[in-house]
């Protein structure tokens, strides 16, 4: 399963920590939006952690949607990535 973790944060400072630690366990899509694969233990674990690095902040928006494969599978894609690294052919 793949987890898309997105979230909109005021404060710079745990904005970036949360950055810092999403980026550690999967790879970003977009400046807030992160694709992360695991299951269920997994998606707790990052909920807990993303719970504890925004307690002080004032507002924080999070959102965790779990992804099955079939839904995956739909994913529609256009241009690549933020992480993705550009497809080099050699000829």
Known sequence: MKLLICYDIPEN????????YL???????????FMVAG???????????LEHLTARSEAPTLLIAPLCQA??????????FKDEPALCVVA
Do not use: F
């Not at 980026?23 to 939006?33: A, L, W």
């Not at 995956?72 to 241009?79: M, P």
């Open 13 to 20: 400072r745990i904005r970036n920590k949360v950055a810092k």
């Open 39 to 49: 299951d269920e233990s997994r998606m707790q674990e990052i909920q807990h952690r």
């Open 71 to 80: 839904c995956t599978a739909k994913i529609w894609q256009y241009g690549h």
């Open 23 to 33: 980026e550690s366990v999967g790879h970003r899509v977009q400046y807030s939006v």
